[in-house]
């Protein structure tokens, strides 16, 4: 019997994303329609994709969604994917009050890709990296240049590249918007994701170290321009946590 992952023992039911070509195995066949999402976490450990970025080779073969309503669903990836992440984020990213969820999915082959579920399955996804073991970090979802539609940001290979990508949800689709170089919030074995998307003052910032992990910063986007603000030298987890306060 493969042992629980240590690191999802401390993760809180989290956020996620929508429809696919998978095996998607739903334990109550009437719940074909998108409904919203108020609670998912990883289940069915395995440690066929061993990679081992997050502390141990143990990742996850289903996604376990919580309706409104109470009911579960479970959607379980095929032989050659896994989930390689520390927990599902959920966020209304399509502005219909209902919430879809944002995962880390990644195959044994082409290495990671952004997905976003919903109750129905698969909704978007980015290109997979390409390559075996290769990883991206989730930072969150916001409407990060304030145009009405929800952005995701992620660190694409926080180890290797370090590159800040941002995606535009639109349409049930993922847009590719803007990238910018020299930024990170993973190191390898670490069990958690530094920093996120804070709002202050109205206005959403990621917080990130840059690439060779001296200093904090905050960092904006205008939709076309990037601004970065640094916020100090410190880059633990702990001055993570209060860049993400807004103090």
């Known amino acids: 019997m493969i042992p629980i992952a240590r690191r999802l023992l401390s993760r809180a039911l989290g956020r996620v994303t929508r429809r696919a070509a998978l095996a998607v195995c739903v334990l109550q066949p009437s719940l074909a329609a998108a409904q919203d999402i108020t609670a998912a976490r990883y289940t069915d450990p395995t440690t066929r994709y061993a990679h081992g970025v997050l502390g141990d080779a143990i990742e996850h073969e289903t996604l376990r969604l919580q309706t409104g309503d109470g009911r579960v669903l479970n959607i379980t990836l095929p032989q050659t994917d896994v989930f390689e992440d520390t927990e599902p984020r959920l966020a209304d990213l399509d502005g219909d009050g ?29 290109p997979n990296i390409g390559r075996s073991n290769r990883w991206l970090a989730p930072l969150g979802a916001a409407d990060l240049d304030q145009n009405g539609t ?98």
């Open 98 to 126: 209902e919430n879809e969820v944002i995962v880390v999915q990644s195959n044994e082959r082409l290495g990671a890709k952004l997905a976003v579920y919903d109750a129905a399955g698969l909704v978007a996804q980015t």
């Open 150 to 247: 929800v952005d995701i940001a992620y660190i694409d290979r926080p180890h290797l590249a370090k590159i800040l990508r941002i995606w535009r949800f639109e349409a049930g689709a993922l847009i590719h918007t803007a990238d910018l170089n020299g930024y990170t919030n993973h190191r390898i074995g670490e069990r958690d994701i530094a920093g996120g998307i804070r709002t202050c003052n109205g206005m959403p910032e990621m917080i990130v170290a840059t690439a060779d992990w001296r200093d904090l910063v905050a960092i904006r986007f205008d939709g076309t321009d990037f601004a970065v603000k640094r916020l100090g030298a410190d880059t633990s987890r702990a001055a993570f946590a209060a860049a993400m306060v807004c103090k």
